[in-house]
């Protein structure tokens, strides 16, 4: 069963609204993971609360929010058809891929057709959550209120944690430095010299951006990935790429690098670093216009920071004119994002050898039936399937453990093994029996399917904080629906 059908039969009163905070799940943040939380808590009737720093409901979406990192002109990378929800399709007058204002229009519609709103408290911000026994979470507000809920779905995103590098610090107070979070558009950049640093989908967007307005943009690029275009053969590159059979294996994989090849060129050939993962494993970057900014020298793309002089000069690896010193005006650090959240404390999820949040499918910490951390993973394109998926277990597991029923204990045991352990869903007929026959997936190998790789090109964040990771959503969206089973 699906969180749809269900929430369509349940009204406001049957979840609870008003039965105290110590029964009730508390879902912090209002955003495309949040309404999913929501949803599909409702549709189970578990009592719950929901929370956003914003006065309305959307998240990073929501046009009233001063702190997003997205910005009004910033176009979404993924097609209307992987950033909607099951239940609700995107208007079909929204252009095929969003701008900001229309992701935020869209949520808001769906939190009023499943009255999510009934239970939404604006302008609160959790200001420390900590659990006392498995069930009894002590949570402080921002308007001074401590209230015990019995369990947390943390669904703030992955925004919330900014990470720079360590020699930001050593940057001169005469030259303007933000991260890719405080963007909001290239006003203001006329006459100035910009450098965008990181490797990954932020970083080419604010490239393009800010060449609109500026004297000169350099790029620095540690890791080496792949440019794709939006639209590939007429239709949505997401949407060509899910039709395209998997079980083809090494040949797909050439057959779609060569694909792209044709349509932007090889990275090497625009002065970009070779990209470090074949093309299926990659952490692609989308875009239609970062390789037309290279190539007419809007964007000089240039190597990894090497080091800043006392006067601002900042020196690049590698040789060559394009990468030779550069005294910006302005530094953009889009160098990703830190995985957990301030509010939790440090050792209440643990972690891996790396650094890394130690999360079963991505979303349960090992060892706590009490804590779901929704959305702690990069994909490529829309990855508001892998939010739905990991927010119908939450709640199904949410609820087992309210009722007491043996699915508790069985996700229990199923939590404290390996994601690699978890079956996948056997295909059927000439695919099934072609997949066979051939070896496994290599992410099926890696265990896991996590890549370290991060939007700065490093593995882990300086200090004991990992950056947000990259994963293959397919084979997380399989495991999941795997153990979505379970409850059925």
């Known amino acids: ?67 997003s990192p997205v910005w009004p002109a910033m176009e979404m990378i993924s097609s209307t058809q992987f950033t909607q929800y099951e239940d609700m399709i995107q208007p079909v007058s929204f252009p095929t891929f969003l701008r900001p204002a229309q992701m935020s229009k869209y949520l808001r519609a769906y939190a009023a057709r499943y009255d999510l709103t009934d239970h939404f408290l604006p302008r609160l911000v959790v200001r420390t959550a900590k659990p006392f026994e498995e069930g009894v979470w ?64 932020s970083a080419a967007d604010i490239a393009v951006d800010a060449a609109r307005r500026a004297l000169e943009v350099r790029w620095s690029v540690r890791t080496g990935h792949w440019i794709v275009p939006r639209t590939i053969g007429g239709k949505p590159g997401d949407v060509a790429a899910s039709h395209e059979p998997s079980v083809l294996g090494g040949l797909n994989e050439k057959i779609a690098e060569q694909v792209v090849r044709r349509a932007v060129g090889d990275p090497e050939s625009l002065g970009l670093p070779r990209p470090a993962a074949p093309l299926l494993e990659d952490a692609v970057i989308v875009s239609d216009e970062i390789a037309p900014r290279i190539r007419d020298g809007r964007v000089t793309p240039t190597g990894d920071v090497e080091a800043i002089g006392e006067d601002g000069t900042v020196s690049f690896t590698g040789r060559g004119r394009a990468h030779a010193d550069f005294a910006p005006d302005v530094i953009v650090f889009a160098t990703g994002y830190e995985q957990g959240a301030d509010y939790l404390p440090d050792d209440v999820v643990p972690r891996t050898a790396s650094g890394a949040l130690d999360l079963f499918l991505g979303a349960f910490p090992r060892g706590r039936s009490d804590l779901v951390m ?75 399917g996590a890549s370290a790789r991060s939007a700065s090109g490093s593995g882990a964040a300086d200090g004991d904080r990992a950056l947000v990771p990259f994963v293959d959503r397919e084979l997380l969206l399989a495991r999941l629906r795997s153990v979505r089973e379970l409850f059925d």
């Open 138 to 201: 002590q949570v402080e507000f921002s308007d001074g209120r401590v209230t015990v809920y019995r369990a947390i779905v943390a669904a703030h995103g992955v925004s919330s944690r900014p990470h720079l590098p360590e020699w930001a610090g050593d940057v001169p107070e005469g030259i303007r430095t933000l991260h890719s979070s405080q963007w909001e558009s290239s006003d203001g950049l006329e006459g100035r010299r910009v450098l965008v640093v990181g490797s990954g989908q």
């Open 374 to 448: 929704l959305g702690q993973q990069r994909v490529n394109g829309g990855v508001l399937p892998l939010l739905v998926e990991q927010a119908d277990v939450a709640a199904y597991a949410l609820h087992a453990e309210r009722e007491g029923t043996p699915q508790a204990a069985q996700f229990r045991r199923l939590r404290e093994g390996a994601d690699s352990q978890v079956p996948l869903p056997a295909e059927s007929g000439l695919r099934g029996r072609l997949g066979a026959l051939l070896p496994p997936r290599r992410e099926d190998r890696r265990g896991s």
């Open 1 to 67: 069963m699906s969180h749809a059908s269900a929430t369509q039969q349940t009204s406001a009163e049957d979840v609870g609204v008003d039965v105290p905070s110590r029964e009730k799940v508390l879902v912090v943040g209002a955003g495309p993971a949040g309404l999913a939380a929501a949803a599909a808590l409702k549709a189970l009737r578990v009592p719950f609360d929901l929370v956003d720093a914003g006065k309305d409901v959307g998240g990073i979406w929501s046009t009233s929010r001063e702190d």
